[in-house]
């Protein structure tokens, strides 16, 4: 992401004083009390410890601009970027003004941040509006906008990791194998495709829409090699259509009518023996980038998808879940792993080991009992299974 320029405002001093004001422009908006955007009481704390003094100048990205309008696209982790060296330290980036901050998440476009610098300290204030400011420089939009529901902007780019909080699916059990499944297909197809006919036997427990995998894969700790879940290839989704029966033929011999099913959407194509699993509610909102409160270290199982290998912007399985105490929104560090070499400066060849090296972050969006899912927010090579991540 380019990052902007510092606005040239001309009574700055003004602005930052008048920034009191935003108070009432923050009572204003009437989603900000919202109760289903979750702040944690250890964030809270952080918060708090630095919502009177701000943070130290020492603690803010090189760049930092004096100020920033808040445009359609950013994102919580843009905003952070720019203020802070560790975008993930958002409680600090909101704390520095509790008061008129009083939920992250809920930060809008055309809002203005104003960073104040005093004492050493820094402080950040939602300015007024200065879109009638001819001197104001407004950001270039983004590739699309990333706002929710309710307009507030979100923590991350939701379309990176939206198609994959239904497709990318760990089963801690083969559970699938007791799941209703496509017994029989439209005109006796071998193969499914968008608006067609399946038919579905098995107990389908009053759902209505679902989530259609092929055989799902043992998922595998890359260290251990003990399985840590049943990971399921997401073929597409099917809506119910009609309810199966029960029937007699001439010969009083019963006969099972399947229930029927439409294909609604489609990653490959759907065929006989793909397993049927309920859609889940999703969940976009309550994201929020931060570190893990304990020690963590673990290792990549898997990437998404028939890769070897996975850049910027894409999915990979992680060997460590809830009972690790991993979390949505939790920003992991990637390393990549030293070499073995030899030190040939004394004449001989001693084998030394070179140290691992950072070079990258994972954004967790996705977990489950021993696995979770993360997207690679950036990385300098590329990652593979069986590399590392620990805390930031």
Known sequence: MSRPRPMKITR??????RAAVAAGVAAALPALAAPNYPVTPGQRDTARQVAQAGVPLSELAPDAPDSHVVQRGDTLWDISKLFLKSPWRWPELWGMNLDQIRNPHLIYPGQVLVLVKR????????GQSMTADPQTVRLSPRVRAELLDNGAIAAIPLHLIGPFLNEAVVFDTDELERAPRIVATQEGRVLLSRGETAYVLGDLGGAREFRVFRQPQPLRDPVTREILGYEARYVGTADYVRPGSEQSDADSKARVVPASFVVTTIRMEAGVGDRLSPVPQRELTAYAPHAPAVPVDGRIASIYGEALSAGQNQIVALNKGRRDGLERGHVL??????????DTTSGGKTPI??????????FVFSVFERVSY???????????????FTAP
Do not use: M, S, Y
């Not at 700055?12 to 004083?17: D, G, H, P, R």
């Not at 004492?119 to 939602?126: E, S």
């Open 353 to 362: 080991q070179l140290p691992d090296e950072r070079h990258g972050l994972l």
């Open 374 to 388: 993360a997207l690679i927010v950036n990385v300098k090579d590329p990652v593979k299974p069986g590399d590392r």
């Open 12 to 17: 700055w001093a003004a602005l930052a004083t």
């Open 333 to 342: 560090a990637l390393w990549r792993a030293g070499r073995a070499d030899f």
């Open 119 to 126: 004492d050493g300290r820094a402080t950040l204030q939602i």
